[in-house]
């Protein structure tokens, strides 16, 4: 018989594996929301894509990334600039990061590309380039403000 | 398949490619098996620059004797031609991709491996991987860490080569 292994970020960051025997995008869909316990509207992606959880045909693995905010308006500050733009709760960093060094970012040049990265505000460490965005949202306004850095994050 | 005289090293290896996220990576097309015959991972990573519509592949070769610690060695690789590849032109690549997949050597003549923090030989090269924690291999990180990062190499590099087929 089919199955579906999926990991499941909830909204409070918890990961948990589950299995699911012949599975249907409904039968998915209802054991993450027992899950979430929340009777707020949640919106459910595949990580690291735009649209909404649709389908998951054909799929024996996926990851998962549950929030209550459908879109995040992600605010990248760097140097004197501010850039902003939209993005799905499960988009990662790292997608966010290609963005801001790109064209339809600051467009940096090569070198400065290979340096950038991205932190929050006071933070001290980057942002681990493969966690999702949403992770970092804490304001109720789906909204999230980082910084484009180039600083060097060596330890000592 | 008989896994009784499996050590830890290879029970530990073979968990890690069974992970969702490795398995969902392989689903995606992010990454793929070409052989995996312990301790050694043959594997292909593709990166697309999605909007100039470019696809880069690069193979790898992964050993895992040990794991997971010390971490992987990997090094880039040709898996048609079962050989290493020479490295990228600085001229044909990105400056982070050039850099990963340079010659080098830790200083024993044979080569190093990728030149970042998480790899086996580089993390110790210069004590990279106590300067840059963040990047660096441990015990708590899982095969697909590693496979991460060298998607975001060659994403990196798609990137660099649309740019150049793309009007300014």
Known sequence: MKKLIAEIQTQDLLIETVELEDPSLEKLIEMIRHKSKTEDEIFIFEKDKEEELASIEGRGAISIVVHRCKKI?????????????????????????????????????????????LIVPGEETPLPRDAAIGNYVTDKHCGLTLELTLRDFTNG | MDNTNWGPDRKTYESHIQTVRFLA???????????SEFPDL??????????????????????????????????????????????PDANNGSPGFVDALKEWSEGSGIHGGIYRAWQRHASVHNAWAQKYPDQAWHQGRDLTFVMEKLYELVVEQAIWLGYRRQPA
Do not use: M
């Not at chain 1, 499960?90 to 990265?117: E, H, M």
């Not at chain 2, 990576?25 to 052989?35: A, D, F, P, Q, Y």
């Open chain 2, 42 to 87: 043959y594997v292909r990573v593709a990166g697309r620059d999605e909007e100039a519509e470019v696809l880069v592949t690069q193979d790898f070769h992964l050993v895992c004797d040990g794991y997971p610690l010390p971490g992987p060695f990997v090094e880039r690789w040709d898996f048609k031609s079962e050989c290493r590849p020479p490295a």
């Open chain 1, 73 to 117: 308006t992600v605010q990248v500050n760097f140097e004197h600039r501010t850039e902003t733009h939209t993005f799905s709760p499960s988009a990662t960093v790292y997608r966010v990061l290609t963005w801001a060094i790109g064209k339809k970012g600051f467009n940096l040049d090569d070198t400065a590309r290979a340096k950038a990265n």
């Open chain 2, 25 to 35: 990576g392989v689903e995606e097309g992010r990454w793929s098996i070409l052989k």
